[in-house]
């Protein structure tokens, strides 16, 4: 921690944790925005469903880009106005988009799609290396309640976006209405973000090479490395969640479509309210003991979901399979942040497992499922969930983060969890 927030004050920390929290909520909306708007892109563009395809992968591949960008872009602006910056970016890019469906380029559309990826790439890493920062000023665990800001976001872009359809507005309109709501919020409150960057003195005078040489070095780190595997664990299983339960569901278990719909908004609920009430569970138990509680809690509820005949106990496994999955990404961002020098250097490289593992996972389930079926294609996800759980100790704080974190935080068990 610098000095600078070893000082902060509790009016200055409130408002700081409420600004990254928005900016999570902000990133939530981003990245839904497009989603129940593309029957009308489709449309609008005059393409077919493989080019649709064609050009959302370019919002994943823009997010590559954009973890790769985010620590020099740290290391130049600093905290506030790289974060600023990267919500700005989002906006232009957005406001792009909305002129580029007017035009009708296809094109136009793909590189905006690129751009917009590259700022919540950006977006990501910071906002997860200033809550990290926002949990070691406050001495308690709050990861949990901003990454359920993204959710909460998410709700409410696709309801944004559901709600325009329904009313007839074109998406261009709608793309730049949200574009200047994320401009002005960003705007007005950037300047709850401390000035500074989160780093030592020390790593402030060096150079770009050795920057980098930093940054490669965390792709070296053992430690560092099996962070990235919880987070494999539990992204593979939520995205394995948001691409493939409703069809599991449908065909496995022969519930009706609406049914299997529900179930999916059930998973979604029940992941935000846990990470919603997780932050207390986390600092009583500590980390590892959280992550091994809720994926076991996954493995449970997975199983469940395979084995059941029941529609009830099904459901019950769709709830347990969203406690799982709930904890590891904000958990392992926060270990990420704080194992060792450069934070957002270090959250980049286990931000890009987590990346990888929503790309890669849910194709890896559909290959299984063409010779053994979707509904035993899932226990890979059992299989992952177990790896977590015996990962979950490289989540322990180092020695001094945590006696720093016992600092701040009397009357606590052992933060570490053991």
Known sequence: MTAAMAGTGRPTLVRWRWTVTTAFGLGGITVSAWGPRLPAIKAALGTGTATIGLLLAGVTVGAILGLLASTPVLHWLGSRRSLAGALLLIAAAMTALGLALMLGSVPLVAAVFVIIGLGIGILDVLINVEGSAVERAAGRTLMPMMHAAWSIGVAVGSGIGAACAALGVSPAAQFIAEALVIAATALGTAAGIPGGRR????ELHQDRGAKLRQWLRGWLDGRLLLIGVVMLGVELGEGSAGNWLTLAAHNGHGQAAAVAALFVTAFAAAEALTRIFGGPIVDRLGRVRTIRVTTALGVLGVALFILAQNRWIVLAGVLLWAVGVSMGFPLGMSAAAESGPDPAARVSVVASIGY??????????????????????LWLIVALFLTAFAAAGSLRPRPDAAEQAGAHRPGTGHPDGS
């Open 199 to 202: 780093a030592p003195p020390q």
């Open 356 to 377: 990888f593992a929503n790309l890669a996972g849910p194709p890896a389930i559909g290959v299984l499922a063409q010779s053994a079926g979707l509904l035993n294609a």
